[in-house]
């Protein structure tokens, strides 16, 4: 490994561990040049703000979250069952930061932020994150509408940052209650999800897709 490779990558370790142990706010550029033991210039060469760190711990979050649901999936081909996996792999991912979560939510939410999940500088884990829901859906063997296919994995992805939102606030033990709701969910999609085929269902689906759009446009 390069020394530069080297030196960036002691940079994001040590702000993931401080990420983890001490939150969003009290981490600092400086904080962790001092802990890797590199001066502060060097640190805002490879990182130039504390918000390029936090895409750096979205990524690692997200390559182990697609990890973890493909191990889960294994040979199962009912949507349920793979929305189930791709869920409860995903809480498993964030697990380690449940306790430094609502600082980064407090940071996140303003549509302006730098480290808001859906924001242009979040387009590669955040492309990673929709890829899980993607193998969801082409795994499967359930039938379902074309139009609603193609839209599924951004919608289910949508779902699961419901459930993130849920989770962070989640105080019971293991955050059991957001594992629950993740099992609860994929049985209720997965028995509704036929009901997308039948005649009666086709316009009103129409309609709630033509809504997403707009509101995504």
């Not at 390069?2 to 990558?9: E, F, I």
């Not at 390559?63 to 889960?72: N, P, S, Y």
């Not at 499967?140 to 606030?169: D, H, S």
Request: contains cysteine; glycine residues 6%.
């Amino acid at each position: 490994m390069a020394k530069s490779d080297d030196t960036r990558a002691k940079i994001t370790e040590t702000a993931i561990d401080s990420f983890r142990e001490r939150g969003y706010d009290q981490t600092t550029i400086r904080l962790i040049a001092d802990e890797a033991g590199i001066s502060v210039g060097n640190a805002y060469y490879y990182f130039p703000t504390k918000n390029h760190l936090v895409q750096e711990l979205y990524l690692r979050v997200q390559r182990d979250h697609l990890e973890r649901a493909r191990e889960e999936f294994g040979s199962s081909k009912d949507i349920a069952k793979r929305l189930e996996a791709a869920f409860l792999s995903g809480l498993d991912a964030t697990g380690p930061y449940h306790d430094s979560a609502p600082g980064f939510l407090s940071a996140a939410i303003a549509p302006t932020s730098a480290v808001s999940p859906f924001g242009a500088d979040a387009a590669e884990p955040r492309a990673m994150a929709i890829q899980v829901f993607q193998e969801v859906v082409d795994g499967c063997t359930n039938a379902i509408p074309a139009e609603l296919k193609r839209q599924l994995p951004e919608l289910l992805w949508l779902a699961y940052m419901g459930l993130t939102l849920f989770w962070v606030y989640d105080n019971s033990d293991r955050q059991a209650k957001s594992r629950a709701l993740a099992r609860g969910a994929s049985k209720l999609f997965g028995t509704v999800l036929p009901l997308a085929r039948l005649p009666f269902a086709r316009g009103p689906l129409n309609q709630m897709l033509d809504l997403i759009r707009s509101a995504r446009a």
